[in-house]
């Protein structure tokens, strides 16, 4: 059995099916994996900054563990999955699922 270990900012309430009564609810650890950026330029659009960046890496992404998946933003495992280590304990929520006046209430599995 895994453990989830939750590196976004909020709580991720996970479904096993879109007709699961049951989901798992995986609370936010405290520590939040993001993608490290830098300016490159910034031009102005009518009278508002436009700052192009570069993405220089992930903060926050502990080493992997034994039997641990890592759950973060989807940029985080698609910046992972493009240009940096291949990680299969990091993962992102799948599709998401919304209440029947469209509020988003979790997802429908997770993702690589």
Known sequence: MSTFVNLTPHSVTIFRSAEDTNPIVVPASGTVARIAT???????????????????????????????LYITSGMVVDHLGVWGPQRMDVVAPGELLRDADGRPVGCVGLRR
């Open 38 to 68: 830098r300016p490159l330029e910034t031009t102005v659009v009518d009278g508002i900054p436009v700052t192009t960046v570069a993405f220089i890496g992930v903060q926050g992404l502990p080493e992997p563990q034994p039997e641990v």
